[in-house]
């Protein structure tokens, strides 16, 4: 008999509503394993029920979001970590970011947008809200990261490096001098190389794996 494992999650945030909310959002996808209202009570929970997913609050008291993150990198790397947030919190989103944290959402978020970052991060993706995303991207791509190996092409580089400074395809086809079309086409072999699911996706996977 075949046995479709349900992609197991914790969750860490110190509100009680904002946590039966995330709760109800996940759990019609996930199964939610284990709940916390800090990080101390956050990281006895994930280190016992090691989720696939830990969704964590980057305000939580005790021991904060950012080094939460960094100890279940370090300790459960098998453990993705989605970040939820508040708009305003740019240094804490970067230095989650820093501490290798796979997705970051809005607490004011869509439900559906972090079931979304929750599947993406479970499959080794990476995910940031639009709303925050051009903040971060702005921020890295003055920081890049150590130079990894790259899959994609130069010419994949030069679109996606102009896709984080917020070029439009329009913009990018004029700027390198290519067509619209040859433009999209660049995309979709880059967001299928990264196994990215949109623009943003595919520019902070690239910044984060220092590709561009």
Aim: proline share 3%.
């Amino acid at each position: 008999m075949e046995n479709h494992a349900r992609t197991r999650v914790a969750i860490v945030e110190d509100h009680a509503l904002t946590r039966a909310g995330l709760r109800t959002a996940l759990e019609g996808s996930f199964d939610v394993v284990a709940e916390a209202a800090d990080g101390l009570m956050g990281w006895e929970a994930i280190l016992r029920e090691r989720p696939d997913v830990a969704v964590i609050d980057i305000g939580i008291p005790g021991i904060d979001g950012v080094t939460l993150t960094k100890r279940v990198r370090t300790e459960l790397p098998a453990t993705h970590v989605v970040i939820v947030t508040m708009l305003d919190l740019e240094n804490e989103v970067l230095g989650a970011l820093a501490a290798g944290a796979d997705a970051y959402c809005l607490k004011s978020s869509e439900p559906e947008r972090i079931v979304e970052a929750v599947r993406i991060a479970s499959e080794g993706g990476a995910y940031f809200d639009p709303q925050i995303a051009h903040v971060v991207l702005a921020r890295l791509s003055g920081n890049p990261a150590s130079a990894g190996a790259s899959p994609l092409t130069q010419r994949e580089s030069d679109v996606l490096r102009l896709i984080a400074d917020g070029g439009a395809n329009a913009e990018i086809a004029a700027q390198l001098h290519i067509g619209l079309g040859t433009v999209k086409g660049h995309i979709r072999d880059i967001l299928e190389k990264l196994s990215a699911s949109d623009r943003t996706h595919a520019a902070v996977t690239a910044l984060k794996k220092g590709y561009i």
